[in-house]
């Protein structure tokens, strides 16, 4: 028996005191625990291959096989991962696999990684190990699983042997039965596919084949990585299809394609289940929030030592109105104390009613303005006997159960000082809880206020930014003393009933705006109300919308705008490339299902195959257009240098004034293909950047902008940007069209790029470009992929299939953002008919499901925009060879035309 060095025994102890070594497969293997020598030295003295197994994440044939110079020195496989492997990311285990981890998280691995740092990410779940182990699937599958942490532990001790599967595709017994060479134990079968099989793309189980996978998706082969592992870690979010076995025949089979007549206990199914996981999704938001309590939360009613400084000519005046405990008053004295605002302010309290102690103080309070009323009367009339004695150019309305932060008053004032536009302002509310109360206010058509970003994060980035609201709340709200004239409040008015929101609609209806200031931060204790303070908020909205309906109703309405292809007619270009007379409606006949349930072909009802040459047509569509509520349409524009393309209709518009026909230009700057993508590969004509072709562009959008029916944002022709990224030098462009739009004499140009291919998850801010404003363009960024199976039955198919519904609430999801972004909605997408076998389609696509997702955006619009910028883009009007269109089809008929105007008629229509 080999003697064992001193050294070589301390080094061995101390690597194999890691966590990587389980102590119970220690004690198992060498009948004592770690901390015995002698066990360690009897570990020591077996031959390095033969020593037992102590760790669940290492395999040394696996190891290594793997690492074949370790194999040829004859070291302890064990003992070299602990001390060198797992620094150098060598994966010690089929199901662990480091290059992987730390491709996703390298930081938790350690600078240098680290067995103990490994082991600990292994056993809480911090990360999944590899792309072939799914600790969602496994959670799923295996109940007893969902007790314990170590998830991967648990499936090598107990799962696989119980028949589990690593992921919802690998199932090592159908493996081993299916092929002859593979052992017929579950950890050997599923090694030998990692090892082996899925490199040699056999198939998984029943659910994958990797051959019909490669063949279907040409770079997977290219590319040379395993089929399954590629679509677990790429091609699943990439919405490619988990191939079955092929089978002999795949005709199609009757009714595929079709959709069954929806009756009217599916459209409502459809409704509330997308309903309700939207609401879910919204409360497990809300849920994640984790804010602490600001120090000033809880009010202290102490009243010592307030005082206020002497001021003969005050800036500011802050105007409180006591009507609640005496504790909160003090409270928000105290905070006016503590900030001690940098200019000149007086502070005005009205004592309306308060206990006669809680009066005697606040009287003794150093230069307060202090006005007593006896008994408590309306807060309108409190307020407006304080209004009467302030004396600065601003208003600071505090609720007594407000208390302010530091720099929030100077925040407030300086966006007053900014812009004499800007009647009045209000700060970031946050409830006693932490999260945020309001950060401005909107008012739906029924004079209902409501609160933007309640119980949201409230240092979510949209919400930190400065822009035009309709109404800020009266517990927080600076404005312009003259502007208020002689009366603050109307005394009809009940207490906290909107007479906040019949002072803004003041403002603004005197041409003055009202401004959320995401700098200034303010505390707010804002009490449950109760049955009374319910009846006098329907009085208040019954009072707002009899004052202010027309106005409330205007600020209210949504404009919706529709992306417009002009592609359906012949042109030159297109018979030289696809043939004589081709058009869009050549690709959209063609279209065949590629699965059971695919809705295709789109055939036209009411307008036809139309030209887009003549016009009656473009007159028809405008018709009906207007008909459904939409404002107009964001015609896409194609100027590749000397040569413009598909600009007959437009033109046709601009010849004859007496069509109804609004629009925008939308300029789609990307290369055409023959793979219809605007990519690098088989280029049918360039897009160019040059001086010349920048000139001819901005100057089209001018000519066109001259048009009375272009549509306009705040008196400023709206032009967009499909692909900004592409541009040499987008600022530059940016600065170009402004110059042009000037020196034509117009006040501006409002442009917007479109958050498309590479811009679209990129979150990039509008001035950074040189721009005003994004548009959102779904699928584009967040699409979800399908995982429910499909029945293929087009031959070769080898297409991506996405998931509707989860996909709008991916959309629905996203933060609020510090800049303008116009929100939009798209009915579906399915490209089929210009990729016959490589088609992107949605499933779950309907209108009911698209009017759930409309109104939700318009709440979105009424959160973020005001006036003319309250747009909603649809993606698209007429994109028929790419399944988005409003359009009337043969199978929905006017039904998203319908779900659209339904849902803006009862959300904002004015």
């Known amino acids: 028996m080999p003697s064992v060095a001193m050294e070589e025994l301390k080094r061995a102890h101390n690597m194999l005191c890691s966590n990587f070594v389980s102590e119970d497969l220690f004690r198992q293997a060498l009948g004592g625990g770690r901390a015995d020598i002698s066990c360690v030295v009897a570990y020591l003295r077996m031959p390095p291959r033969q020593r037992p197994v102590l760790s669940w994440y290492f395999d040394r044939d696996f190891y290594l096989a793997t690492n074949?110079?370790?194999?040829?020195?004859?070291?302890?496989?064990?003992?070299?991962?602990?001390?060198?492997?797992?620094?150098?990311?060598?994966?010690?285990?089929?199901?662990?696999?480091?290059?992987?981890?730390?491709?996703?998280?390298?930081?938790?691995?350690?600078?240098?990684?680290?067995?103990?740092?490994?082991?600990?990410?292994?056993?809480?779940?911090?990360?999944?190990?590899?792309?072939?182990?799914?600790?969602?699937?496994?959670?799923?599958?295996?109940?007893?699983?969902?007790?314990?942490?170590?998830?991967?532990?648990?499936?090598?001790q107990h799962g696989l042997q119980a028949g589990r599967r690593p992921n919802p595709h690998l199932d090592p017994a159908w493996y081993a039965q299916r092929y002859d060479d593979v052992p017929n134990d579950p950890y050997l079968a599923?090694?030998?596919?990692?090892?082996?099989?899925?490199?040699?793309?056999?198939?998984?189980?029943?659910?994958?084949?990797?051959?019909?996978?490669?063949?279907?998706?040409?770079?997977?082969?290219?590319?040379?990585?395993?089929?399954?592992?590629?679509?677990?870690?790429?091609?699943?979010?990439?919405?490619?299809?988990?191939?079955?076995?092929?089978?002999?025949?795949?005709?199609?089979?009757?009714?595929?394609?079709?959709?069954?007549?929806?009756?009217?206990?599916?459209?409502?199914?459809?409704?509330?289940?997308?309903?309700?996981?939207?609401?879910?999704?919204?409360?497990?938001?809300?849920?994640?929030?984790?804010?602490?309590?600001?120090?000033?939360?809880?009010?202290?009613?102490?009243?010592?030592?307030?005082?206020?400084?002497?001021?003969?000519?005050?800036?500011?005046?802050?105007?409180?109105s006591a009507r609640h405990a005496p504790d909160a008053a003090i409270a928000c004295l105290r905070s006016l104390q503590t900030v001690q605002p940098q200019l000149a302010f007086e502070v005005v309290l009205v004592d309306d009613g308060m206990p006669a102690s809680a009066s005697a103080w606040l009287q003794a309070v150093p230069n307060l303005v202090w006005l007593r009323r006896a008994t408590k009367t309306t807060f309108p009339a409190a307020c407006n006997q304080a209004f009467a004695r302030c004396r600065g150019e601003y208003v600071l309305l505090l609720a007594d159960d407000t208390q302010v932060m530091p720099g929030?008053?100077?925040?407030?004032?300086?966006?007053?000082?900014?812009?004499?536009?800007?009647?009045?302002?209000?700060?970031?509310?946050?409830?006693?809880?932490?999260?945020?109360?309001?950060?401005?206010?909107?008012?739906?058509?029924?004079?209902?206020?409501?609160?933007?970003?309640?119980?949201?994060?409230?240092?979510?980035?949209?919400?930190?930014?400065?822009?035009?609201?309709?109404?800020?709340?009266?517990?927080?709200?600076?404005?312009?003393?003259?502007?208020?004239?002689?009366?603050?409040?109307?005394?009809?008015?009940?207490?906290?009933?909107?007479?906040?929101?019949?002072?803004?609609?003041?403002?603004?209806?005197?041409?003055?705006?009202?401004?959320?200031?995401?700098?200034?931060m303010m505390l707010h204790h804002s009490r449950d109300p109760d049955v009374h303070a319910f009846r006098a908020m329907i009085r208040g909205r019954q009072r707002l919308v009899a004052r202010w309906g027309d106005l409330i109703r205007r600020l209210d309405a949504v404009r919706v705008l529709a992306f417009y292809l002009p592609q359906f007619h012949p042109t030159p270009e297109n018979d030289l490339w696809w043939g004589t007379g081709f058009t869009e409606w050549t690709n959209v006949t063609k279209a065949q299902p590629s699965y059971v349930g695919h809705y295709q072909p789109h055939l036209p009802a009411d307008l036809g195959f139309y030209d887009l040459r003549t016009p009656e047509a473009l007159t028809a569509q405008a018709l009906l257009a207007r008909r459904y509520g939409i404002e107009g349409f964001c015609v896409y524009y194609y100027n590749f240098?000397?040569?413009?393309?598909?600009?007959?209709?437009?033109?046709?518009?601009?010849?004859?004034?007496?069509?109804?026909?609004?629009?925008?230009?939308?300029?789609?700057?990307?290369?055409?293909?023959?793979?219809?993508?605007?990519?690098?590969?088989?280029?049918?004509?360039?897009?160019?950047?040059?001086?010349?072709?920048?000139?001819?562009?901005?100057?089209?959008?001018?000519?066109?902008?001259?048009?009375?029916?272009?549509?306009?944002v705040d008196g400023l022709p709206l032009f967009l940007v499909y692909r900004p990224l592409l541009l040499p030098d987008a600022p530059a462009f940016a600065r170009a069209c402004r110059a042009g739009f000037a020196a034509a004499g117009f006040p501006g140009v409002h442009l917007a790029y479109v958050e498309s291919v590479e811009a679209a998850a990129r979150n990039l801010h509008p001035a950074d470009l040189g721009f005003d404003a994004s548009v959102e363009f779904p699928p584009h960024g967040h699409a979800v992929p399908a995982t429910s199976p499909a029945e293929i039955v087009k031959e070769d198919w080898s297409g991506y299939r996405y998931d509707y519904p989860a996909t709008v609430l991916a959309f629905l999801q996203r933060d609020a953002v510090p800049c303008r972004r116009y929100p939009a909605v798209f009915p579906g997408w399915d490209n089929t008919p210009r990729q016959s076998l490589r088609g992107t389609s949605f499933d779950g696509a309907s209108p009911e499901a698209f009017r759930v997702y409309v109104e939700e955006k318009i709440e979105h619009i009424r959160r973020s925009l005001t006036g003319e910028q309250r747009l909603l883009f649809v993606n698209a009007w007429n994109e028929w060879s790419e399944g988005a269109h409003l359009e009337p089809d043969s199978f929905y008929g006017h039904r998203w035309l319908e779900a659209l105007r339904d849902a803006v008629e009862a959300k904002a229509r004015p």
């Open 190 to 320: 599923m090694c030998h596919f990692l090892l082996q099989g899925d490199a040699e793309g056999r198939a998984a189980g029943p659910a994958f084949d990797g051959a019909l996978y490669r063949a279907r998706y040409p770079d997977v082969a290219e590319a040379g990585v395993p089929p399954l592992r590629h679509y677990l870690e790429y091609g699943e979010r990439e919405g490619r299809q988990a191939p079955t076995e092929r089978r002999a025949a795949l005709a199609v089979p009757a009714g595929a394609g079709r959709v069954v007549t929806i009756d009217p206990d599916t459209v409502l199914a459809i409704d509330r289940d997308l309903r309700t996981r939207i609401d879910a999704a919204r409360e497990q938001r809300r849920q994640a929030v984790r804010v602490s309590l600001h120090p000033a939360a809880s009010p202290n009613g102490d009243s010592a030592r307030l005082t206020f400084p002497r001021t003969a000519s005050p800036r500011l005046s802050i105007l409180i």
């Open 68 to 156: 074949p110079d370790i194999a040829e020195t004859g070291l302890d496989p064990l003992l070299h991962f602990i001390e060198r492997g797992c620094a150098r990311l060598r994966s010690p285990h089929p199901l662990v696999d480091l290059p992987y981890m730390a491709a996703g998280n390298a930081a938790a691995l350690g600078a240098v990684p680290r067995p103990d740092a490994l082991a600990d990410m292994l056993e809480h779940n911090l990360a999944r190990p590899s792309p072939y182990f799914d600790p969602d699937h496994y959670l799923a599958t295996d109940g007893a699983a969902a007790a314990g942490s170590g998830l991967l532990r648990r499936f090598l």
């Open 641 to 712: 240098g000397k040569r413009r393309v598909l600009d007959r209709p437009l033109a046709t518009v601009r010849a004859h004034p007496g069509i109804p026909f609004r629009w925008c230009l939308c300029w789609a700057n990307e290369n055409w293909t023959r793979q219809w993508d605007g990519g690098e590969r088989e280029i049918l004509m360039a897009q160019n950047y040059d001086p010349d072709t920048l000139d001819a562009v901005i100057a089209d959008a001018v000519s066109h902008a001259a048009d009375p029916r272009y549509i306009r």
């Open 408 to 520: 929030a008053i100077e925040a407030l004032v300086a966006a007053l000082d900014a812009d004499p536009a800007v009647a009045a302002v209000g700060p970031r509310l946050l409830a006693s809880d932490g999260r945020l109360q309001e950060a401005g206010r909107f008012l739906r058509a029924n004079g209902e206020i409501g609160m933007v970003g309640s119980h949201a994060d409230p240092s979510e980035a949209g919400f930190c930014q400065d822009r035009d609201v309709t109404c800020c709340s009266g517990a927080a709200l600076m404005f312009r003393r003259a502007l208020a004239g002689a009366t603050l409040f109307d005394d009809a008015y009940d207490p906290e009933s909107g007479e906040d929101a019949d002072l803004c609609l003041r403002f603004v209806s005197a041409g003055h705006r009202v401004r959320h200031v995401g700098g200034a």
